[in-house]
């Protein structure tokens, strides 16, 4: 880098003030990191001066560096071992993982980062892009994702899981859930994780957009769907997944409601899963989850990961299959709503007028759309 004539810049959680030294003694050109604001004296008065520089927070300081010197970061390279850096790798033209930890690991693989272990001597006059790529060895990367669902990988929730021996241990089902947030394709994901099967996720582009969990929905072979096209061609797919005995995972209401209709106590779903179930005449194993809302509100574009003392509650309750009729994909998808919801607490059936606050947390960054139209979409024929 320093021969192509590229400044060389370290980015950091740590205080300025104590890594600067060390970026000076290294002959760094200049140090973006966390700084924190300082008494007449000296001392520090606890406060932050500026940015909190880490996750989507480093990223933000990041790109207003580069754009005070007039560094276009398409074109600049960035290293990191911590999943936190995501936010910074996808946003450079040329991310590269250096001794990932573990979580870093199935990002890289989900991404196809080029991945640097520096563990064991390697041969450093051979072009980075040369080196190796992340192995997944003698392991499914189904399995890989699957071994990173562990509560103790979201320090940011707690969960409260009851039910998954009515997951069956063994062939097909379709695992349905209540949609209230980005997270719960994490809560799904940590919930059959108990039953020590894999899960194929069936849910539209975004979700697959969404950070972190995403990245998991994809490596654990998720099936993406556009809504746009109308086309079948993922409930196809969901059927031959099915027919293979996996489980696929689905939320019936297809997004997130919106607004006043997020604390509507009437769950409205799509025929996609009743439809699905008729096709495949496998088990449809109802999934109640509450408290992911607060982990993750529609209003956020990331999860709060910062919340590491009083991490907020997760509720996830698996019930036992629905008896669907397999006749009418409506009369079935009423089926499916109600089994939702009665495995959900009694508070989610009360009638509940929101306050402005709680509506705006239920709309997606700088929404701009019709709230009279959100409480009236989703019917079961859209």
């Known amino acids: 880098h320093r021969a192509a004539g590229r400044p060389i810049v370290l980015a950091t959680t740590t205080p300025y003030d104590l890594v600067k030294p060390l970026a ?21 008065d606890g406060t932050l001066d500026g940015p909190f520089v ?32 995501t936010p910074l790798l996808a946003a450079v033209g040329h ?13 890289a693989a989900a991404r196809r980062w080029p991945t640097l272990d520096l563990s064991a001597a390697a041969d450093l006059t051979k072009d980075v892009s040369s080196m190796a790529k992340i192995p997944v060895v003698n392991m499914e990367i189904q399995r890989l994702a699957l071994s990173f669902t562990h509560p103790l990988f979201f320090p940011y929730a707690k969960f409260r899981i009851s039910g998954t021996d009515n997951i069956p241990a063994s062939g097909p089902a379709i695992i349905v ?21 894999t899960v ?22 998720g099936i993406r769907v556009d809504r746009g096209t109308g086309s079948d061609e993922p409930l196809q797919a969901a059927a031959e997944a099915l027919a293979n005995g996996d489980l696929v995972a689905m939320m019936p209401q297809g997004t997130i409601p919106r607004g006043k209709a997020f604390y509507d106590p009437q769950l409205k779903g799509r025929w996609g899963a009743a439809r699905l179930a ?25 999860p709060n990961m910062l919340n590491l003392v009083a991490p907020p509650t997760v509720t996830v309750t698996v019930g036992s299959p629905v008896k669907l009729g397999h006749r009418s994909p409506d009369a079935d998808t009423k089926r499916i709503m109600k089994a939702l919801m009665d495995l959900l607490p009694a508070e989610s059936r009360e009638q509940h007028e929101p306050t402005a606050e709680e509506i705006a947390l ?4 700088g929404y701009k759309g019709d709230l009279q139209h959100e409480s009236r979409r989703r019917p079961g024929t859209d």
């Open 24 to 44: 000076d003694l290294l002959g760094l050109d200049d140090v973006v990191a966390t700084r924190y604001g300082l008494n007449a004296d000296g001392t520090y």
């Open 362 to 365: 239920a709309l997606p960054p």
């Open 95 to 107: 991310p590269f993982v250096v001794n990932p930890d573990p979580r870093m690991k199935l990002m």
């Open 278 to 302: 008729a096709l495949a005449k496998v088990p449809v194993i109802p999934v109640g989850l509450w408290g992911t809302e607060k982990v993750w509100p529609r209003s956020a574009r990331v």
């Open 200 to 221: 194929r996720f069936l849910g539209k582009k975004e979700v697959f957009d969404a950070p972190v969990v995403g990245q998991l929905a994809a490596a654990m072979g």
């Open 177 to 197: 859930g209540n949609h209230r947030s980005y997270f719960d394709s994490a809560a799904l994901a940590v919930t059959i994780a108990q039953t020590d099967r």
């Open 54 to 85: 880490w996750s989507a927070g480093k990223l933000s300081a990041v790109r207003d560096w580069a754009v005070a010197h007039g560094v276009d970061l398409a074109e600049s390279f960035a290293y990191s071992d911590s999943v936190y850096d």
